[in-house]
């Protein structure tokens, strides 16, 4: 009977002496007396014939069972566990009312079990009967008619709710949240934590990056205007600036940002030949910038760059461009040789026209090669017939 006593004991005395004549009745009393002990933690609940008489507390006492009488003892802790009589009919008897406490927990309201004032549990129960006697046992209520769940809801109260019974959302750096009740939207959320109630709506939130994003087109394969292939890779960098319209309007962004830098680049480029795309690839990249921005209001984002980052040839193509660019170089260093080859010949002309015409600067120079030569030259005999210097000249050749 889930922990409950019920006391039903007969004392069996019976004798020859109190079978007949007047003691008969006083013998069958006796003899289904019931003796009765409540705890000081226990109560008990007394039926006569089924029927509801009182609630005792801790002490000794008799009833006759012959009368209909029976006691059901229940421990003073915690929930009410009594399910042979309703609440309705106990709560007439004062000592049961004043030791008990009973709560309801409405629509739209939800509630959070305390026991001497610390959270204990969150109600599950739409109503509750709790022992009031050596504890204290309070429900404490939380309307739910706003959906978000507010600052009287603390995080410790959130901790004991099942899961089922809230939404929590979490919005980050850089991110907003799109809120919608029942797929109707609602507002938008800034960086933080949020938690609603599932009772009276389908909660739903979307995040959307407000970050700057990069959007590559790698190998996109392009037709030149005079009809070479050639792949192009191709950047972009956006930032979303309509989330709200975005989530209503557009289905996979990227996608279709992508098919759209595709479609820019093919018509660009088709107008140009090769050696025109490859001389004006800036002037080519800021068209393509220029003919996105055109089309962001339609993407809900906002471009900040777009442009060719490399231009990929085919290899005989790549071949033939390396072959110009040696022979272009090669031509340019003939170029350079024959300047300096001019310049070195007008130097030494001009020197022979001055030495021809100073006779002082020809002898200073003979000088200054007789110098190197005795710098080369380990030993030199003269002989004193003849000056140094017109010996050293006979021996490099120089003198008249």
């Known amino acids: 009977m889930n922990g409950k006593q019920m006391i039903c004991s007969k004392v069996d005395i019976a004798s020859e002496n109190y079978k007949k004549g ?22 008990g609940f007394v039926t006569k014939n089924g029927r509801f008489v009182k609630m005792l507390r801790a002490g000794k006492y008799h009833f006759s069972n012959a009368l209909g009488y029976k006691v059901y003892i229940e421990d003073m802790s915690g929930e009410l566990d009594f399910e042979e009589l309703p609440y309705q009919i106990l709560e007439q008897d004062s000592a049961f009312k004043e030791a008990t406490v009973r709560y309801e927990i409405p629509d739209g309201q939800l509630g959070f079990v305390y026991v001497n004032d610390k959270l204990q549990a969150f109600a599950v129960q739409k109503e509750y009967i709790f022992w009031n006697v050596f504890e204290k046992y309070e429900v404490r ?3 739910t008619e706003c959906p978000e769940i507010g600052g009287d809801v603390t995080k410790s109260m959130l901790s004991v709710v099942p899961v089922k019974y809230y939404t929590s959302v979490s919005v980050g750096n850089g991110e907003v949240g799109l809120l919608y009740y029942d797929n109707v939207f609602q507002r938008q959320l800034e960086p933080g934590e949020y938690a609603f109630w599932n009772d009276r709506y389908k909660i739903k939130c979307y995040i959307i990056d407000m970050k ?26 956006y930032r979303i600036n309509n989330p709200v319209e975005l989530a209503s309007s557009i289905t996979n962004l990227e996608k279709q940002m992508y ?3 595709q479609l820019v680049i093919r018509e660009l480029t ?5 050696d025109e795309i490859l001389e004006l ?4 990249s800021k068209e ?3 003919k996105m921005q055109a089309q962001q209001n339609a993407f809900c984002v906002e471009f900040h760059s777009a442009g060719i980052k490399d231009i990929i040839l085919p290899g005989e193509i790549r071949e033939i461009m390396n072959s110009v660019l040696v022979a272009e170089k090669t031509a340019q260093a003939n170029v350079i040789a024959r300047r300096e080859e001019v310049a070195s010949t007008r130097s030494l002309l001009n020197t022979a ?3 021809d015409e100073n006779k002082t600067l020809y002898r200073l120079k003979e000088l200054e090669y007789m110098e190197k030569i005795c710098d080369k030259v380990g030993e030199i005999s003269v002989g004193g017939n003849a000056g140094l210097v017109e010996q050293l000249g006979r021996l490099a050749g120089c003198a008249n």
């Open 259 to 261: 098919t759209s830098v």
């Open 22 to 43: 007047s003691y008969m009745h006083y013998a069958y009393s006796i003899v289904n007396v019931m003796k009765i002990i409540i705890n000081d933690n226990q109560a």
């Open 353 to 355: 026209k001055l030495m």
């Open 288 to 290: 393509v910038f220029e």
């Open 212 to 237: 700057l994003k990069e959007l590559d087109i790698v190998g996109q394969e392009i037709l030149t205007k005079d009809k070479i292939g050639i792949r192009m890779n191709v950047s972009c960098t």
């Open 141 to 143: 209520l939380i309307s």
């Open 281 to 284: 690839k800036d002037t080519i």
């Open 270 to 274: 088709g107008n140009y030949k090769l």
